[in-house]
């Protein structure tokens, strides 16, 4: 669906509502349990974010949080 709008300087706008299927992904261990982050972060840079497996409690670090939610287009 698509709506014309006009902005500040007059110009027609369009947006575009696309479909989308959100997902939790989720980080998981060799062991196959599930990586939980346990909030502590590294000042290096980039940062890295501590982890611990849910399974076998064997420790992280990774470049972002999980589990984390994310977004794709829907594919028809
Ligand atoms: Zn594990």
């Not at 939980?36 to 972060?41: E, H, I, L, T």
């Not at 590294?42 to 076998?56: E, S």
């Amino acid at each position: 669906m698509m709506r014309a709008k006009a902005d500040k300087a007059g110009r027609d706008l369009r947006f575009d509502y696309v479909p989308i299927d959100s997902y939790e992904k989720r980080a998981l261990c060799e062991c196959g349990g599930e990586l939980q982050s346990c909030g502590g972060r590294l000042r290096t840079n980039p940062a890295l974010y501590l982890h611990r497996c849910k399974g076998c409690d064997k420790r992280y670090q990774l470049d972002t949080i999980y589990p984390r939610v994310i977004h794709r287009e829907r594919k028809i």
